[in-house]
């Protein structure tokens, strides 16, 4: 099993299923993370002491996962020399937009990079956690290029798909326009 350099933290388990997507993504990669959930909010003092940890358990990245009133990647940022990725979750009342504001609008010499609403965003995060530990480990960077040429030729091979069958499909319809006139 591939050593943990990332650690997943989000508010709530409620939280988990877009969470998780950060995860796929880092296995994709071959990028070991573990999942936490912890809450600036509600356990603050467990928040404190995993900050504090986390560097010498070789953890080199964090992605930090809340919705609502979303403190825990800013907190996470403060409490930590590690970079840190926020990830506003969706929320019934606001859509996720509360979350975003408070994860993206930190003050000044309190960087968070923040990511897009849920599972896409979370699916970034990992992305982006990746992109970070690469600088320093060929291993995860080659990973990654293989990955972004993959996704570039999964794109490829479903326009020329698309292409075929409208090409197929107007060929049918010119074909059965010219019997139909002679
Ligand atoms: P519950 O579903 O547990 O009521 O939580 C969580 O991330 C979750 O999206 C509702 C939402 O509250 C968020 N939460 C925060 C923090 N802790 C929990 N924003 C925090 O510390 O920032």
Redesign the pocket.
Same mark, same amino acid.
């Given at each position: 099993m591939a050593e943990v350099r990332v650690g997943i933290l989000?508010?709530?388990a409620?939280?988990r299923p877009a969470m998780e997507e950060a995860g796929k993504a880092l296995d994709e990669l071959g990028v070991g993370w573990e999942l936490r959930v912890l809450? !600036? &909010?509600?356990t603050p003092e467990a928040v404190r002491e995993y900050l504090r940890g986390a560097p010498g358990r070789g953890i080199r990245v964090l992605i930090a996962g809340?919705?609502?009133? !979303? &403190?825990?990647a800013g907190v996470s940022a403060a409490g930590t020399d590690l970079p840190v990725i926020g990830v506003p979750?969706g929320?019934p009342a606001l859509g996720g937009l509360d979350a975003l504001l408070s994860t993206v609008q930190m003050p000044p010499g309190i960087p968070v990079a923040t990511m897009g609403i849920g599972g896409p965003g979370a699916r970034n995060a990992g992305l982006f956690a990746a992109r970070i530990l690469a600088l320093s480990d060929k291993r995860v960077a080659r990973a990654y290029r293989r990955f972004a040429e993959g996704q570039t030729e999964k794109i490829l091979a479903a326009d020329r798909a698309l292409q075929d069958e409208r090409g197929r499909k107007k060929r049918a319809s010119a074909k059965k326009n010219a019997a139909r006139k002679g």
């Amino acid at each position: 099993m591939a050593e943990v350099r990332v650690g997943i933290l989000m508010g709530s388990a409620s939280d988990r299923p877009a969470m998780e997507e950060a995860g796929k993504a880092l296995d994709e990669l071959g990028v070991g993370w573990e999942l936490r959930v912890l809450s !600036a &909010h509600r356990t603050p003092e467990a928040v404190r002491e995993y900050l504090r940890g986390a560097p010498g358990r070789g953890i080199r990245v964090l992605i930090a996962g809340a919705g609502m009133a !979303a &403190h825990l990647a800013g907190v996470s940022a403060a409490g930590t020399d590690l970079p840190v990725i926020g990830v506003p979750m969706g929320g019934p009342a606001l859509g996720g937009l509360d979350a975003l504001l408070s994860t993206v609008q930190m003050p000044p010499g309190i960087p968070v990079a923040t990511m897009g609403i849920g599972g896409p965003g979370a699916r970034n995060a990992g992305l982006f956690a990746a992109r970070i530990l690469a600088l320093s480990d060929k291993r995860v960077a080659r990973a990654y290029r293989r990955f972004a040429e993959g996704q570039t030729e999964k794109i490829l091979a479903a326009d020329r798909a698309l292409q075929d069958e409208r090409g197929r499909k107007k060929r049918a319809s010119a074909k059965k326009n010219a019997a139909r006139k002679g």
